[in-house]
């Protein structure tokens, strides 16, 4: 049955992907086979809970909570994906066992504890692991949230991947949220999307920049990045499994099968309403760059992928504070500055420009930029050198605004 088609913006899908760990010691629990088990009775690696569905991801240790089916509108889902988590922790107290936040396992060390998902889709994880080797942060300590957005025509794919393209360089700069590794601090404040971009270095064109290159057309999308991964894939990969485009890894991927683009830059936040709030202001100021509000999409088109890559980088790195000089890229969002202006000041100009004063999420964004992302928090509560009780602490309270619902203050 043919899937209908739906126009930019007129629905919404989301996925928000967490840790099951120990609840005393925090350590990972690689258990998701039996949760899902013993909610649906078997293994193949879904449930379905009204509107939304739970699945399994690479590693065992992680269940992903998701839109079954494309939503009219984003407001409302904060409440629906709190209420799943809150049942899942109860599901998982009965073994000690508790979901928690954030983009990476903050001393997990993967090589050693990595336990991939070993049930149905089981042959797609055993390849990308036999050519990629699946245990590192890159592929089993990450978190993320995905948000996909619908286009019905190519004119409006167009628009779409120029608009996304443009943005996913500052997005980390508000999403971060992976500030620790290993037990040390990262030299990122979001080292999950650091490590991401290394995972497929063995084919380098499966990530490429991250960024996506600009393309004009479905069409051209298919000629320049995904028949070049599966020409690149070929060798490694005979029987063609891997022969899809979900193995684009990109920080924004063309889903074809389902016309949509779905962003996968952010990491995940410490409560479904903070990652609620950055996707409808994601939404917002996508509409206005699709309306050609503040610039042309030709004018969109210009800035090259190196450059928006360097941008990405160190907005990953260094966060809101990071410096933007006058010229093409803050001309595409309307701004005609004539001095260097920062990442926050951006934002503030995003938002102001996008969101409406009665916006039940603005608030949520006003405090992160603010307060700085969750990686800022972090740091500011444990400090740039904490010890492992000090880290579990810190962490046991993200696992408690995870379960309640709230934010989290350093």
Excluded at 106 to 133: C, K, Q, T
Aim: net charge positive; hydrophobic share 40%; proline share 6%.
């Amino acid at each position: 049955m043919k899937r209908p088609r739906f126009g930019l913006f007129e629905r919404f899908g989301v996925e928000l992907e967490y840790m099951i760990v120990d609840a005393d010691t925090l350590r990972i629990r690689p258990e998701s086979d039996r949760l899902i088990h013993r909610v649906s009775g078997s293994f193949d690696g879904d449930v379905s809970r009204g509107a939304l569905e739970w699945s399994n991801e690479l590693a065992l240790h992680l269940i992903e909570l998701k839109t079954g089916k494309p939503v009219r509108r984003l407001h409302g889902l904060a409440e629906a994906f709190q209420s799943e988590v809150r049942h899942i922790n109860r599901l998982l107290a009965a073994d000690n066992a508790l979901l928690l936040p954030t983009a990476m396992h903050p001393w997990m060390r993967p090589h050693a504890e990595s336990r991939l998902w070993p049930h149905s889709y089981g042959e797609v994880y055993a390849a990308f692991d036999r050519i990629f080797n699946c245990s590192g942060h890159g592929w089993t300590n990450l978190q993320s949230t995905h948000l996909n957005l619908p286009f019905r025509t190519a004119g409006e794919f167009r628009r779409l991947h120029t608009a996304i393209r443009l943005l996913l360089p500052i997005l980390p700069a508000l999403a971060a949220s992976s500030p620790f590794v290993e037990g040390r601090r990262a030299p990122f404040l979001d080292m999950r999307l650091e490590t991401y971009r290394h995972n497929c270095r063995r084919i380098p064109s499966i990530t490429g920049r991250v960024i996506p290159e600009p393309v004009q057309s479905p069409a051209e999308y298919r000629r320049r990045i995904l028949q070049r991964i599966h020409r690149d894939l070929a060798a490694h990969d005979p029987e063609r499994v891997l022969e899809s485009e979900w193995t684009n890894a990109r920080g924004a991927i063309a889903r074809f099968e389902r016309n949509t683009i779905e962003i996968r830059v952010l990491d995940i936040q410490e409560c479904p309403q903070a990652d609620l709030a950055l996707a409808q202001l994601i939404a917002a100021v996508l509409k206005r760059l699709t309306d050609e509000t503040w610039s042309a999409i030709e004018d969109q088109l210009r800035p090259p992928t190196a450059s928006l890559e360097r941008v990405l980088l160190q907005c990953a790195r260094d966060g809101r504070s990071v410096s933007l000089r006058p010229g093409t890229y803050l001309r595409a969002f309307g701004l005609h500055s004539r001095r260097p202006m920062s990442v926050a000041e951006v934002w503030h100009h995003l938002l102001e420009s996008s969101a409406p004063h009665r916006a039940d999420w603005r608030p949520v964004i006003e405090g992160l930029l603010e307060e700085g992302s969750l990686s800022e928090r972090i740091l500011k509560a444990a400090g740039h050198r904490p010890g492992r009780r000090a880290l579990r602490g810190v962490y046991r309270r993200l696992a408690d605004c995870l379960h309640q619902g709230v934010l989290f203050h350093a």
